[in-house]
């Protein structure tokens, strides 16, 4: 089956531009999740989705990021203004289960969009 | 709050074992993971082992969790240089979060000849 697809793959930008990151999941996966992985660091989660609606946007700075999954399949993230720390990559997963806790969580992951901010 | 905590370099030569250990904070995890992320690509789930477990094995691959000292370890058995790369930890948070994984920093393998 095919994977998580992302893009763009790089992308470099002033500060304060704008900048939006595509993501489609795997066919069939109701929960999206978008992660930032600063360089030498963890994915840290920013915003989770299950189907269209949010299930938990907590670490999301809200004042410049935002992210919509209008029908439940594609999704965007979208940085406005970006700043010189949101230099990361960004990853996008997805997975089959259900969006509760404690059931196993497999999720698969796009290979990620590399955003550096000058 | 939930914390993962990972020694951030191992160094093997191949054909060697390799250990990487990781430490995390909420003992109500159900399952805890190993994720392998390859230059430039994203995270590829590797094994998984249940709380009940204290001990799963996958071909090369052998996880042991011990739940008292919240103590998690993947061995990599005939290492091979195919296996460089970054190996990641993660949890689920504690009671009452959604189906969530928060991951350590990760383990920078190095198989050297």
């Known amino acids: 089956e095919a994977g998580v697809a992302q893009s763009p793959r790089y992308k470099i930008i002033e500060k304060r531009q704008s900048v939006a990151f595509w993501c489609n999941p795997i066919s069939g996966h109701a929960t999206l999740y978008w992660y930032q992985q600063i360089l030498g660091q963890g994915p840290k989660l920013l915003i989770q989705f299950q189907n269209n609606g949010v299930v938990d946007d907590s670490q999301l700075p809200k004042d410049r990021f935002s992210a919509e999954r209008l029908k439940g399949v594609d999704s965007t993230l979208k940085i406005q203004p970006a700043k010189l720390e949101d230099s990361a990559v960004y990853l996008c997963a997805s997975s089959f289960n259900s969006p509760l806790a404690g059931g196993r969580n497999e999720q698969f992951f796009g290979p990620g969009t590399r955003l550096t901010v000058l | 709050g939930e914390d993962v905590e990972q020694s951030l370099f191992l160094s093997v030569r191949e054909g060697d074992s390799s250990v990487i250990n990781c430490t995390y904070t909420d003992s109500s995890s159900t399952y805890l993971y190993w994720y392998k992320q390859e230059p430039g690509a994203g995270l590829q789930l590797l094994t998984y082992i249940f709380s009940n477990m204290d001990m799963k094995q996958d071909q090369r691959l052998t996880v042991l969790l011990n739940k008292k000292d919240k103590h998690l370890s993947l061995r990599i058995a005939d290492t091979q240089t195919g296996d460089s790369a970054i190996y990641f930890c993660?949890?689920?948070?504690?009671?009452?979060?959604?189906?969530?994984?928060?991951f350590g920093a990760g383990t920078r393998l190095a198989v050297h000849p």
């Open positions: 993660a949890e689920p948070p504690g009671e009452g979060g959604y189906n969530k994984l928060i």
